[in-house]
């Protein structure tokens, strides 16, 4: 079956470490996505990547970091600059940069302990 | 500065009754206005999508109407059903030029 996959399903951090989210795709998409999702607050983009070895900062980046290595995997670190890093993190891809469907992943919940 | 604005937060139905969930964007360039329905737990699916060269689209149950002049788009579930129950975003882009904007969200329970 193809499709997007995220690890772990939940993640808890510590204060001052760094946390890695972990995407996979076996869909051959070109573009992948990382969203953050908070109660009332819909989705916000945090990095997006186009091509392999490339990738933008979306609209709240701050705290973050990506690689984009291979085609199929888009992980995504939330470093300890991230001061509230507690939010649902959904990751997603689409055939070629900005197409318009997006296949979204189910999701990690990261809290803070 | 929010670039896709979402009405109403959260929004109760009747089972066999209409939802009508709108949406207002600022950015005339946009030229894409998919919705996306949630489910608890998981990710985001695609539901119907419309471009502003048309002021309908209809799937099925459910209705995107658009009014260009506006700056409005709205999404109509008709004889909304228990199984329609979610998360319901609606999102704007500028087709090959700029990742979607989501706006906040409705949470839609229909009620037997």
């Known amino acids: 079956d193809g499709g997007i996959t995220q690890s772990p399903k939940y993640l808890f951090r510590k204060e001052g470490q760094n946390v890695t989210l972990s995407c996979e795709q076996n869909l051959n998409h070109d573009a992948m996505y990382w969203y953050r999702q908070d109660p009332g607050q819909g989705l916000r983009l945090i990095y997006y990547?186009?091509?392999?070895?490339?990738?933008q900062k979306g609209d709240i980046a701050e705290g973050y970091s990506v690689s984009r290595e291979k085609k199929e995997s888009f992980p995504l670190t939330v470093t300890s600059a991230q001061k509230n890093p507690t939010a649902f993190y959904l990751c997603?891809?689409?055939?070629?940069?900005?197409?318009?469907?997006?296949?979204f992943g189910s999701g990690t919940q990261l809290s803070v302990l | 500065q929010q670039q896709v604005k979402q009405s109403p937060q959260s929004l109760i139905v009747q089972k066999g009754g209409i939802s009508i969930i709108n949406c207002a964007y600022e950015?005339?360039?946009?030229?894409?206005f998919p919705w996306y329905q949630q489910f608890p737990g998981k990710g985001p699916a695609l539901l119907i999508a419309i471009r502003p060269d048309v002021s309908e689209k209809k799937e099925g149950r459910f209705t995107i109407s658009f009014n260009k002049s506006a700056k409005q788009f709205s999404l109509h579930i008709m004889d909304s059903q228990p199984g329609d129950s979610a998360t319901y975003f609606c999102?704007?882009?500028?087709?090959?030029?700029?990742?979607?904007?989501f706006g906040k969200g409705t949470r839609l329970s229909v009620i037997a």
């Open positions: 999102a704007a882009s500028i087709r090959g030029n700029t990742p979607l904007v």
């Open positions: 997603a891809s689409s055939t070629a940069g900005f197409n318009e469907k997006l296949f």
């Open positions: 950015n005339t360039a946009f030229d894409y």
């Open positions: 990547s186009q091509i392999v070895n490339d990738f």
